[in-house]
């Protein structure tokens, strides 16, 4: 199986994926979460250790990059391949209003000629190969003909489709009529949507044999997920207790005590949702302070898994 990794800002950053590829491994590419350029050209301190080089050896990685100025794609494509990267993924999908009112992200998808103009541009230009990360419009499906249409006229690595409007965010159902459409042009795709759990994933392979899929929140929830699914062992608890610490003690070496539970809080919230009574579980973390933490932690990996981990929406 191709499996990827979702770029998920403050989460999927270098020390989740050095951490989860040693333990776990099972994935074919880990999408840096999207730096946004300016006319500044230059990378803010997060930017900058995320896509590190030395932060991300041996770790097949893409960088990912958020724009709307043709100009500052291409410079962040050249700064990508200073540093030794051989891909950039452009991503037009993320829904954050603070994103698209700056016609950023999906806000590019309200205007399809504009978005024709500017991948005009970067293709033209581009010193790397660009994949795409897409939603299937911003207000209606019938919006994603025409999006399709122009994905078309370039030479796409990849386009990842999440079968979702802008408007719907993460919530309602995915449409999957506009895949389906996607794969009768043969542009090489990626599916990315709702891949929570193992049986949520078997369905697409049934669906689509040889289809890659992009896992976000389902990965976070279960890194054992791509194991799975190649037809390995389940999740434990032990594992989880070794992939904490693993990642407690990464974090340690580069942030202080608040910062490290920040961290480690917003990702075991998604791990709790592998044992019994999951909602439960995640406020149980989710309430934490650096203080309790730790205590929390410990009654959490004393409970049950679930039969079938993975995200609870």
């Given at each position: 199986m191709d499996i990827r990794s979702a770029p998920l800002e403050s989460l999927t950053d270098a020390v989740f994926r050095r951490v989860h590829h040693q333990l776990f491994g099972g994935v074919e590419k880990y999408y840096i979460p999207f730096v946004s350029p300016t006319s500044h050209h230059c990378f803010?301190?997060?930017?900058?250790?995320?896509?590190?080089?030395?932060?991300?050896?041996?770790?097949?990685?893409?960088?990912?990059?958020?724009?709307?100025?043709?100009?500052?794609?291409?410079?962040?494509?050249?700064?990508?391949q200073a540093r030794g990267y051989d891909e950039v993924n452009l991503n037009i999908g993320c829904p954050s209003g603070t994103v698209t009112a700056k016609g950023k992200g999906a806000g590019m998808l309200r205007e399809p000629e504009a978005l024709r103009a500017f991948l005009d541009e970067i293709f033209a230009h581009s010193p790397l190969p660009i994949s795409i990360k897409t939603r299937i419009g911003f207000y209606a499906p019938d919006e994603w003909p025409a999006l399709l249409a122009?994905?078309?006229?370039?030479?796409?690595?990849?386009?990842?489709?999440?079968?979702?409007?802008?408007?719907?965010?993460?919530?309602?159902d995915v449409y999957p009529e506009a895949f389906r459409q996607a794969v009768q042009t043969g542009l090489p795709l990626v599916y990315n949507g709702d891949l929570f759990d193992l049986p949520a994933c078997q369905a697409l392979q049934a669906d689509y044999p040889l289809m890659p899929m992009m896992l976000g929140r389902g990965l976070l929830a279960n890194p054992a997920l791509p194991r799975q699914l190649g037809g390995g062992a389940?999740?434990?608890?032990?594992?989880?207790?070794?992939?904490?610490?693993?990642?407690?003690?990464?974090?340690?070496?580069?942030?202080?005590?608040?910062?490290?539970?920040?961290k480690m809080r917003g990702l075991m919230k998604h791990v709790a949702c592998c044992f019994e009574r999951p909602e439960k579980m995640m406020k149980l973390i989710a309430k934490t302070n650096p203080y309790t933490y730790h205590a929390a932690v410990e009654k959490l990996l004393l409970a049950p898994l679930r039969e079938t981990p993975g995200f609870v929406p």
């Open positions: 803010s301190p997060r930017e900058r250790r995320d896509i590190a080089p030395e932060n991300n050896a041996g770790v097949p990685v893409v960088p990912q990059i958020m724009t709307r100025y043709p100009e500052h794609f291409l410079w962040a494509a050249q700064e990508m122009i994905f078309r006229d370039y030479p796409v690595k990849e386009l990842i489709i999440h079968p979702r409007l802008r408007v719907q965010f993460y919530k309602g389940a999740l434990t608890v032990e594992e989880i207790a070794r992939y904490h610490d693993a990642l407690e003690q990464e974090y340690s070496r580069i942030f202080p005590r608040d910062q490290v539970h920040c």
